[in-house]
């Protein structure tokens, strides 16, 4: 299961720098859904029960993941990883 995790933070950080070389001036578009969303404050929701988190090219799933959505950054924070992207 390390081995997976660690698959998709690299994916992430693959994509994030990809997109950082390509950057225009668009913000790439993000996305959330789950079973269950919790509003923890302005910039924190929970999600509990097929997560998924969007941004630009890349997908995260999760069972349950918490994200921070500051003003130019994604925080995503998982069970085994977190992992940030530039907005």
Do not use: W
């Not at 994030?16 to 910039?43: C, G, Q, V």
């Not at 959505?69 to 085994?80: A, C, E, I, L, S």
């Amino acid at each position: 299961m390390h081995s997976k995790t660690s698959f998709i933070l690299v994916g992430f950080v693959l994509c994030s720098l990809i997109s950082s070389a390509n950057a225009e001036t668009e913000k790439p578009s993000f996305e959330m859904k789950a079973d269950r969303m919790t509003s923890i404050s302005k910039t924190i929701t929970q999600l509990e029960g097929n997560a998924i988190i969007r941004l630009g090219g890349t997908e995260i799933r999760a069972d349950k993941a918490k994200i921070d959505v500051g003003t130019n950054k994604v925080t995503v924070y998982t069970d085994t990883f977190v992992a940030t992207a530039k907005k």
